[in-house]
């Protein structure tokens, strides 16, 4: 490698609290740096949480083109294209025992899920506390509405018990069945047993003929964590969870503070 050249192919960024402002902005100075990256013969890849039908809009608007990771890494979305290459759903029984398992442990639980698909709809249940913001949902009708279609998760969220609390139990009571993540304040996930933001890294990166090796990832949450211990430098936000800042390799500014660019300036 030449002196002074860029050190990494791929540079991945998880969206909300990392890539995004609260506004659900992107900075020009965040915008400069990872073009200023994908000019140096880096590629730049969108790994999200957000299924492929809350995240399209924001790749969109940044005349962003090439792949992206959502669904928690169950969809690898090509984005110049506005095709879904490859898609995981959740076993609509198995995630059904382990609702039922959790709140014989836990009680009642508000539900949300994401549909499968690349208009596949969030439904809602009437007592599940949603992030006020320009994301669509559909109310749930009736309880069996949230079975009717393939789906890629399901969201939890307990009256009493905190996030972290709630994904502990689950892990404990269901984690044989499913695996659980938090991935923002307010968001527990079920998901398929073995999915992570890893494993959709790698399938994009395959693609890309990148490896792990040559890849930095940026993140904030939980969820983030499989997606450090798979790329070579694993990057947090100051705004992170305790949680992934202990198993990052460094720290930078908050994403309202441009903590991407702050990191990828002096490697440019």
Known sequence: MSAGAFPYRLVATDLDGTLLRADESVSDRTR????AATAAGAAHIVVTGRSVPWTRHILDDLGYEGLAVCGQGAQVYHAGEHRLLTSLTLDRQ??????????AE?????????????????????????????????????AADLWAAPLNKVYVQHAALSDD?????????????????????GIVEILPLGLSKA????LAARRLGVKAAETIAFGDMPN?????????????????????????????????DDGIAVFLEPLL
């Open 199 to 202: 494993t959709g890294l790698s």
């Open 94 to 103: 198995l995630a059904g025992l382990a609702l039922s398992k959790l709140e």
């Open 165 to 185: 609390e709630l994904a502990a139990a689950a892990r404990r009571t269901v984690g044989g069945l499913v695996d659980v993540v938090v991935a923002g304040p």
């Open 32 to 35: 400069d740096a990872l073009t």
């Open 224 to 256: 983030d964590i499989p997606m450090f211990g798979w790329a070579a430098r694993g990057v947090a936000m100051a705004n992170a969870h305790d949680a992934l800042k202990a198993v990052a390799d460094d720290v930078t500014a908050s994403n309202e």
């Open 106 to 142: 836990v009680g009642p639980l508000a539900l949300a899920a994401s549909r499968d698909g690349l208009d596949g709809e969030v439904l809602i249940s009437p007592d599940y506390r949603v992030q006020e913001g320009p994301l669509p949902y559909v109310p749930m009708k009736d």
